[in-house]
């Protein structure tokens, strides 16, 4: 018997591509139930990505696992009794739609309260719900624009950089997950659902904590900075002879432990870097002294002459190194998923080491895989699947548009 600690929870999700299905995965590595409902033209997220084993996308593969797949024509009338069925005795809905379209289908929260009270009923969108850009389009990088994350990333003068990895995408599902366990902790008390508006916006802003936290105490607008934090130095990457490695020996006893390892006690530069705030306004000259001497040795032979001396420091990993390190292997951070097909991907695990997750994974399913399953489940009968399939309402594993 499973023990996980959503066990029983039904998931209705409508969501798509990045922020929605973060959020429904990781629930149901939690042990929920999620039920993912795809139009006859799937979830955009299986078209994204560098196609890979039989075409299938990256993208989708890394956002929904431990899912159901059932396909339903919203703009049938058919099709919409069926997901109102299926929303009737669920606990939580997660829809990723414009503001305003799940309510045009009679889908949006007011009425669905109505017949479920005990709803948690999650709106992720790009802006927000309300407001003056509620109904603008966004996506990952967009919103990294937008939110004044991109001011932060990259090196002066030069044109504006993103973060590779969708990380407002990730961060704004991670929100939502947060939401979702929160109300329904708070339904166990309270008895009702509630409505959650989750935006990648808020999201991306809330990611930007002390960066804007400054900004507000001093108006100053930030400098990029490449690899370096704004208020502390050093604490950023340096080249060695084979690679690069970053460093935060920013505190007083640090920075001087730092530079008797690296054989820079006694030159005369250190006399304007004696403190935090003379590092970070002089950051050129502290760098061009460093640079030059961290140029001597590789990157083993310094991460152990500064591990020694409890100076903090790490390599700047590639994806390559990051697949033979021992503490991804050790806490469980990357797993296999086998697919109907037989073909296995390899993508990151739930990233909580705990009795949470108890069960093993079961890979992104395919488009329709659980159409009749979940209807059969909602009270209906093999005749009237067939006729749902027949009326195009329903899709079962049919190759999507």
């Keep these: 018997m499973l023990n996980t600690s959503l066990d029983g929870i039904r998931v209705i999700d409508f969501s798509q591509i990045g922020a929605g299905p973060t959020c429904s995965m990781y629930l149901g590595d939690m042990g929920a139930d999620v039920v993912k409902v795809e139009s006859p033209s799937g ?10 084993v039989l075409d299938e996308s990256p993208v989708y593969v890394a956002f929904n696992r431990n899912k159901r797949s059932i396909v339903l024509n919203l703009k049938s009338e058919e099709g ?17 739609f414009r503001p305003g379209v799940m309510a045009k289908l009679g889908l949006g929260y007011e009425e669905l309260k109505k017949e479920n009270p ?3 009923y999650c709106a992720v969108s790009a802006f927000g719900q309300t407001g003056p850009a509620a109904t603008k389009p966004g996506v990952d990088g967009i919103v990294q624009g937008a939110s004044g994350l991109m001011s932060l990333i990259g ?3 030069a044109e504006p950089c993103k973060v590779q990895a969708p990380v407002v995408d990730v961060t ?3 929100v939502a997950t947060v939401g979702v366990v929160s109300a329904l902790f708070k339904r166990e008390r309270k008895g009702t659902g509630e409505l959650l508006d989750v935006s990648l916006f808020a999201s991306a802003i809330a990611l930007q904590q002390s960066a804007l936290t400054e900004y507000f105490g001093s108006r100053c607008l930030p400098v990029k900075a490449g690899s370096a934090a704004p208020y502390a130095a050093p604490n950023e990457a340096f080249e060695a002879s084979d690679g690069w490695l970053m460093v ?10 730092l530079c008797e390892v690296l054989g820079l006690s006694g030159r005369p530069e250190l006399v304007e870097l004696a403190d935090l705030d003379s590092r970070v306004k002089n950051r050129g000259v502290m760098r061009d002294l460093l640079k030059e001497a961290f140029a001597t040795r590789t990157v083993d032979e310094w991460l152990k002459l500064l591990s020694k001396a409890d100076i903090i420091c790490g390599p700047v990993a590639t994806y390559h190194d990051l697949e033979r390190d021992p503490q991804v292997a050790h806490l469980n951070l990357v797993e296999t998923l086998e697919t109907r097909g037989g073909n296995q991907f390899r993508v990151p695990a739930f990233p909580i080491n705990s009795a949470i997750k108890q069960r093993p994974s079961t890979p992104p ?13 909602a009270g209906y009968a093999d005749s ?3 006729a749902l399939i027949q009326s195009q309402a329903a899709m079962i594993g049919a190759a999507h548009a």
């Design 172 to 174: 704004a599902g991670i």
């Design 365 to 377: 399913p395919d488009f329709g895989e659980h159409t009749a399953e979940v209807l059969r489940e």
């Design 155 to 157: 090196f002066p003068n």
């Design 384 to 386: 009237d699947i067939e």
């Design 118 to 120: 005990r709803l948690v």
């Design 248 to 257: 935060a020996a920013y505190n007083g006893g640090r920075w001087e432990r």
């Design 43 to 52: 979830d955009l997220g299986r078209a994204l990505g560098r196609p890979w």
């Design 80 to 96: 919409l009794k069926a997901v109102r069925r299926l929303i009737a005795d669920a606990d939580v809905l997660i829809e990723s």
